[in-house]
């Protein structure tokens, strides 16, 4: 009965990708020229692509960046929800805030002062927690491994793949006591599954970062940075080791909670967008405050991400454009600072087309002079409102 | 439908089969009791034996009920036993006594008797890994650094049970084959993350039994919690022909009902937000124990429903009743209730010392000297106990050994010449080792004993501080 068979799971990632596919024109990624690099490159590009990955990293730590954990452990939910597993997810929390002593509600985070939805729930596997949250383990895991079927395949597509036959040699040196595993790359032979990004040449990757930042950089913890180039860097590799097919990264740059003034976001490089279906930067002030766990648990972005996300399941036909649109325009109607829909990228796209950095103007004033009290009050004078109508701008 | 019923019969029959040939049996149990100062102590207890040979190779190719991921990671990593504590709050020995199980530090803390092979130390470090990845938790963290090897503190508990005196002397001892390897993470958090890995690991997860009423929110609103695994090899007969290989899950908390209603009585349904729907099939042996105070004319309660079967236990001179519940005979939905006939709880004035305790402090001030002192107390009026105190001190504290010093600062006509019976110290290296003390004290009767020693704080490098450096360091 084919034809009554379910839809197979169309995931967040599949449908970022898909929705990409519709609108733009996607070109395939350049191959090796040579004819065995050709038939292998056919055999391994028949499938499609073969699984789906989330990584999910919240980089602040402490008490009052409750609303980073929120951010996180919310698209950790969606993604769940859509249908990648906890084995295909990886979840990097900076700090414990939902059994912290001053959660008034142990073991619980939530992401609205409604207090509906616990994220936290009775089934959670955080990958990376606390200490274990750094720029270094980021990128190790994120470039770190070398993929199975590189390895497993012996002549020369696999040496063209890693670069040169000495490279190689060398790696298959470095672990000659275990020969039947995948030569490791940049983690520790003992880093355990959970905390290893194993994706092959035909997986899609969904990135997620919260935390604060500025200017072409990330703070993980207030202790150190991650930069823009780090990450172009990370994904560049990711690309040469092929341990992606497509990379979506959803990258939330939180800047600092009193708004120092270096807003402004020139989060873009060349490297990623050439790599990348579409990467969006945003400046996202929180969005309101729960005043009995006494910290804002939300931010704007994560908000609407959220309030359209809540509303599809995995036979959804919604698009990411109509995602980065609705975002946008809900933003947009209450003066958040938010900037325009992210973009969707094609590694052919020109770069001048790509409005990706916030403008001052709009940055300045909710960073650094609005209070706590103004994005409540904001925030309930939306939800009392008549309800907006939306139209969509093109 | 009928065919859905056959199959499921047919998986229960296999099922039954698998578990006849692999010899594994399941226990649960819970216990409760109430403390001294108005708070309930719950402890759940999960134990599953295997049949094996500990040189088996295929030992778990075939397995029913004891969890894969626990006997790959002890077969891989060759590990003898394996003990793994998560803790958050302190046992308040003051008001609570003698907890029932192994009391643990706040934090984690792992140690285990591995196999001495040559590739013990790899072992060891892809141990403290593969744990750190089965419950999401920092324990790849305990690295040479903060690893050390203690003498005289631990003794395995596996096969030589009987011989597991740790004043035994030493040419007897057991541990020939395996070495002892321990670390701790006294900042470690433990939330539901560490959680839900641990119930996944149980034949009956949280659907049945007394696993049901394992509620992460509740589990962690408490003024202690303690959550531990425990493996072991065992003898099934005295003899020892026929080996097992144990593993132990317990959840120890603290409750305190009284913070919400100003009472002590307390139901299944108040503490977990949950009652027993189903006995665990699988269990052999599923029960809720309640330890009973005596009653008295100011300590009048009830139990509903009443046990069906009871047992006496002695603390001290006094005997106890216990309520033995059974769950595969008790009425489903299984909720306990215990109430006392008080209108408010009103707390002992009197804390009830148990006879023998310890205060460990730091003394000193600023950021350059500092010493660490600790307390030990013998409340008993005519017996001398023996005791062995352990410290594992970071190499970041240098400790200065001339400074030690073991004296009894309260109590009357002791002797003080043959206080320490044995010491072993082992110095830092900086950047590799920590400090570890241990030492075989004798406690006079109706004393106060005191260690001291003094240290420095090493100079960090700036790396080498943590991303909360306002926070400070935590030291055992």
């Known amino acids: 009965m084919p034809s009554t068979r379910p839809t197979p799971p169309c995931l967040l990632l599949l449908l970022f990708v898909a929705c990409a596919l519709t609108f733009l024109c996607l070109p395939s990624f350049a191959t090796p020229s040579t004819p065995t690099a050709d038939v292998v490159d056919g055999f391994f590009s028949r499938g499609g692509h073969t699984n789906n990955w989330a990584v999910l990293v919240c980089t602040s730590r402490f008490w009052f960046n409750y609303r980073h954990i929120a951010n996180t452990l919310s698209m950790y939910r969606t993604v769940k929800r859509l249908g990648i597993p906890d084995s295909n997810i990886i979840l990097m929390l900076a700090d414990d805030v939902a059994c912290n002593p001053r959660n008034k509600f142990p073991a619980t985070v939530f992401n609205n002062a409604a207090r509906l939805l616990d994220l936290y729930g009775e089934n959670v596997e955080v990958d990376y927690r606390g200490y274990e949250v750094t720029v270094e383990n980021f990128i190790r895991m994120l470039t770190g491994e070398l993929r199975r079927w590189v390895s497993y395949l012996v002549g020369c597509v696999k040496v063209q793949r890693l670069g040169t036959p000495a490279k190689l040699s060398s790696i298959m040196k470095l672990h000659p006591q275990t020969p039947s595993q995948p030569p490791l790359g940049r983690v520790s032979p003992d880093t355990p599954r959970s905390k290893r990004l194993l994706t092959d040449d035909r997986s899609n990757i969904f990135i997620y970062m919260t935390g604060h930042g500025g200017n072409e950089f990330l703070k993980f913890q207030d202790a150190e940075e991650i930069s823009a180039y780090d990450l172009a860097d990370a994904f560049e590799q990711m690309w040469e080791k092929r341990s992606q097919h497509y990379v979506q990264p959803d990258i939330l740059a939180q800047y600092p909670f009193h708004g120092e003034q270096s807003a402004g976001g020139e989060f873009l490089f060349e490297v990623v967008l050439s790599r990348l279906l579409s990467l969006s930067i945003t400046f996202a002030p929180q969005h309101h405050t729960d005043f009995d766990i006494g910290v804002a648990v939300i931010d704007s972005y994560t908000y609407y991400n959220l309030e359209f996300l809540e509303n599809i399941d995995m036979s959804s036909n919604a698009t990411l454009k109509q995602l980065v649109c609705i975002r946008f325009m809900r933003s947009h109607e209450l003066s958040l600072p938010m900037k325009p829909p992210a973009l969707t990228n094609s590694p052919f796209r020109s770069r001048s087309l790509i409005p990706m950095t916030p403008s001052r103007s709009a940055v300045s004033p909710e960073s650094a002079t609005t209070s706590l009290s103004g994005h409540w009050i904001r925030w309930v004078g939306w939800e009392s409102g008549p309800g907006h109508k939306l139209t969509l701008r093109t | ?476």
């Not at chain 2, 005979?329 to 002992?348: R, Y």
């Open chain 2, 1 to 476: 439908m009928q065919l859905t019923h056959l199959i499921t019969q047919s998986i229960v029959a296999c099922t039954v089969a698998t578990l006849a040939v692999a010899k594994e049996s399941f226990d649960e149990e819970l216990v409760l009791k109430s403390l001294a100062d108005g708070k309930l102590f719950t402890h759940f207890q999960f134990t599953t034996r295997l049949d094996y040979e500990p040189s088996g190779d295929a030992l778990f190719s075939h397995y029913g009920l004891f969890p894969k991921a626990i006997g790959q990671i002890i077969q891989r990593y060759g590990a003898r036993e394996l003990h793994l504590t998560f803790t958050q709050g302190r046992w308040n020995y003051e008001d609570w006594g003698y907890p029932i199980a192994q009391s643990a530090g706040t934090g984690v803390e792992l140690w285990a008797w591995m196999y001495r092979t040559e590739s013990i130390e790899p072992n060891w470090k892809a141990l403290t890994n593969a744990l750190s990845g089965l419950f999401c938790a920092s324990l790849n963290f305990i690295d040479e650094t903060i690893t050390s090897r203690p003498r005289m503190s631990f003794r395995p508990e596996g096969f030589y049970n009987e011989q597991a005196d740790p004043m035994h002397e030493r040419q007897d001892d057991p541990s020939d084959d395996s070495e002892l390897r321990y670390g701790s993470l006294p900042h470690e958090s433990v939330c539901t993350e560490n959680l839900t890995p641990w119930i996944k690991l149980l034949p009956c997860k949280a659907k049945a039994g007394v696993s049901t009423l394992l509620n992460a929110h509740k589990l962690y609103d408490t003024n202690f919690h303690s959550m531990a695994i425990h493996v072991r090899p065992v003898c099934k007969d005295v003899d020892c022909n026929q080996k097992q290989l144990e593993l132990v899950q317990t959840v120890t908390s603290v409750f305190d009902p009284v913070r919400v209603t100003a009472r002590r009585e307390w139901s299944f349904q108040s503490l977990f937000d949950r009652k027993i729907e189903r006995s665990c099939a699988v269990a052999s042996l599923s029960r809720v124990l309640v330890l009973l105070p005596t009653i008295t004319e100011d300590n009048a309660w009830q139990i509903f429903p009443s046990a069906d079967d009871s047992m006496m236990y002695k603390v001290g001179e006094e005997t106890r009743q216990v309520a033995v519940y059974d769950l595969a005979k008790v009425h489903v939905p299984f909720d306990l209730q215990m109430i006392w006939q008080e209108h408010i709880f009103l707390f002992p004035l009197q804390p009830s010392f148990p006879p023998f305790f310890a205060h460990r402090y730091f003394t000193g001030y600023g950021q350059e000297r500092g010493g660490l002192t600790v307390n030990i107390v013998n409340q008993n009026p005519n017996e001398t106990v023996p005791v062995i105190y352990f410290d594992s001190i970071p190499w970041y504290l240098k400790l200065y050994l001339h400074t030690l010093k073991v004296s009894v600062t309260w109590g009357q006509d002791v002797r003080q010449d043959d206080l320490i019976k044995q010491t072993y110290y082992q110095p830092a290296v900086d950047r590799s080792r920590p400090s570890v003390l241990e030492m075989w004290l004798t406690l006079p009767p109706n004393s106060v004993t005191t260690v001291s020693i003094e240290f420095d704080k090493v100079f960090l490098k700036y790396t080498e501080h943590r991303p909360d450096a306002n926070r400070g360091f935590d030291v055992g």
